[in-house]
């Protein structure tokens, strides 16, 4: 497939964990720049995390800053987005996205991202 496909949402408590995955599949060798968003339902689209796949340099929303952490695995085809300490406002439709180069005073802004997938829901109850 030509875009990400995310997988691992679904409902959890509030304090609770969760690690979301996002397969690159046949983009793998096209993008070196790769981030989760998220989207809740009324609001705008938010950059969470990022990661550069060739240092592992990553970058971190200030509100999941310490709560979440985004890797990859050795074979470089999967990132994932472990999820800990989930607070109700974390419920949203998160997205795994990816693009080949990217300004990384920008690595947040999901216009510069080319490749997506179509979401997993995530919703954390109180």
């Known amino acids: 497939q030509l875009r990400p496909v995310e997988s691992g949402g679904g409902s959890v408590q509030a304090e609770g964990s969760m690690r979301l995955s996002c397969a690159l599949n046949?983009?793998?060798?096209?993008?070196?720049?790769v981030a989760w968003f998220r989207q809740a339902a009324g609001k705008e689209r938010e950059g969470v995390a990022s990661?550069?796949?060739?240092?592992?340099?990553?970058l971190y929303a200030d509100s999941v800053k310490g709560r979440f952490v985004i890797s990859q695995d050795n074979a470089k085809t999967m990132v994932y987005l472990q999820m800990n300490n989930l607070k109700p406002e974390d419920s949203a439709m998160y997205y795994c996205?990816?693009?080949?180069?990217?300004?990384?005073?920008?690595?947040?802004?999901?216009?510069?991202?080319?490749?997506w997938g179509q979401g997993t829901q995530v919703t954390v109850s109180s």
């Open positions: 996205a990816a693009t080949p180069w990217i300004d990384p005073r920008r690595r947040l802004d999901s216009h510069e991202y080319e490749y």
């Open positions: 046949k983009i793998v060798y096209k993008t070196d720049w």
């Open positions: 990661i550069y796949r060739g240092s592992y340099k990553t």
